[in-house]
C-alpha cells in the first residue's frame, strides 16, 4: 500500500525525493501519512481537494482487494 501511495505522489510533484510516505498498521486498519515539500503542497492536495479524494479513493479500493481499512492523511 505504501508503494502505491508512493509512486502516486512522486509522479504528482516537483520534488519527487522530498516525499515520504509512512504507513502505520493496526491489524486491518492501515493509516498512510504523506509529507511534501511545502511548495508541492497544493500539487498534492488540487483544486478543491480533487487530487488528496483522487488518492484516497485509490488506496482505499486497492486496500478492499486485500480487506484492510485504509485512511489517507496528508500532513505537513
Known amino acids: 500500500m505504501k508503494e502505491l501511495v508512493l509512486q502516486i505522489a ?3 510533484v516537483d520534488c519527487p525525493e522530498k516525499v515520504n510516505v509512512e504507513e502505520i498498521s ?3 486498519e492501515v493509516n498512510i ?3 511534501v ?3 508541492d ?3 498534492i492536495i488540487g483544486k478543491q ?3 488528496a479524494k483522487a488518492i484516497r479513493t485509490v488506496a482505499k ?3 478492499t482487494k486485500a480487506d484492510l481499512h485504509v ?3 496528508i500532513v505537513d
Open 10 to 12: 512522486k509522479a504528482l
Open 26 to 28: 493496526n491489524g486491518n
Open 33 to 35: 501519512k504523506i509529507s
Open 37 to 39: 515539500d511545502p511548495s
Open 41 to 43: 503542497m497544493g500539487k
Open 49 to 51: 481537494g480533487r487530487i
Open 61 to 63: 479500493a486497492a486496500g
Open 71 to 73: 485512511d489517507v492523511e
